[in-house]
């Protein structure tokens, strides 16, 4: 069964520090993955994704992810953090043998960055 | 452009009664989907719509939850007899429904049954 396991609630960093957000995944075909952030009161935002190709991923924000087929992971990277990229971010993953295009979430990461 | 519209942004109802929840989606984006996300908790899968018709609707709790988008776009998400373990935020997203698209989501419903 396809899933996405997000094993930190919480990420810690000071400014200008870099950050790592943690994801690793399983489903059964080749994975389409995916991150975003979300905000207060808002919708999820799409950060980035690793579709095929090169394993580093670049978005928005200055956030890169790398993709470890190996360790089934898809973690996300960001070389100094600010204070403005503190919200829940989750870890999303498709499996590309699922004909109907259903997304599967993790739980959620909060990252806090402290000035 | 515009982004992915959901109506109401907070709705609260009673134990037992019937809510419909509106999407409008990105002009041009064939697919559609519900998630329902608790607190602390990530998006869940409800129903995934391809055009008008229900592509996947596994997700759906029980036959208290419906869903229609009989025009391939705007979707409404129909809950009877409303409980109090219902509520969470219901959001809306929504594609162009090919293998590398991302969705993109609405700003979501807050459902409170009391």
Redesign the interface.
């Known amino acids: 069964a396809q899933s996405v396991a997000q094993p930190e609630d919480q990420v810690n960093v000071a400014e200008g520090n870099p950050l790592t957000v943690k994801c690793t995944y399983s489903v059964s075909g080749n994975p389409y993955l995916f991150w975003y952030v979300q905000y207060p009161n808002r919708g999820l935002q799409f950060l980035l994704k690793y579709i095929t190709g090169d394993n580093l991923v670049k978005g928005s924000y200055g956030f890169e992810a790398e993709f470890n087929k190996s360790q089934t992971s898809f973690h996300l990277k960001k070389p100094s953090a600010l204070v403005s990229d503190s919200a829940l971010y989750f870890c999303a993953v498709r499996d590309a043998k699922d004909n109907f295009n259903k997304f599967y979430f993790g739980s959620g990461t909060k990252l806090n960055v402290k000035p | 452009g515009a982004g992915?519209s959901?109506t109401p942004s907070n709705k609260v109802t009673e134990k037992g009664k019937y809510v419909e929840l509106r999407c409008d989606p990105i002009s041009g984006h064939t697919?559609l989907?519900w998630?329902r996300q608790s607190l602390?908790?990530?998006?869940?899968?409800l129903i995934?719509f391809?055009g008008t018709g229900a592509?996947?609707d596994s997700g759906l709790p029980n036959d208290r939850f419906f869903a229609v988008r009989p025009e391939g776009s705007v979707s409404t998400l129909k809950i009877q007899r409303t409980e109090r373990g219902d509520s969470a935020v219901y959001?809306c997203?929504s594609?162009f429904?090919t293998?590398?698209s991302?969705?993109?989501?609405?700003?979501?419903t807050r459902l409170t049954v009391t």
């Open positions: 992915v959901q697919a989907y998630y602390g908790q990530g998006p869940e899968f995934y391809q592509a996947d959001l997203a594609s429904g293998d590398n991302p969705l993109h989501f609405g700003n979501g």
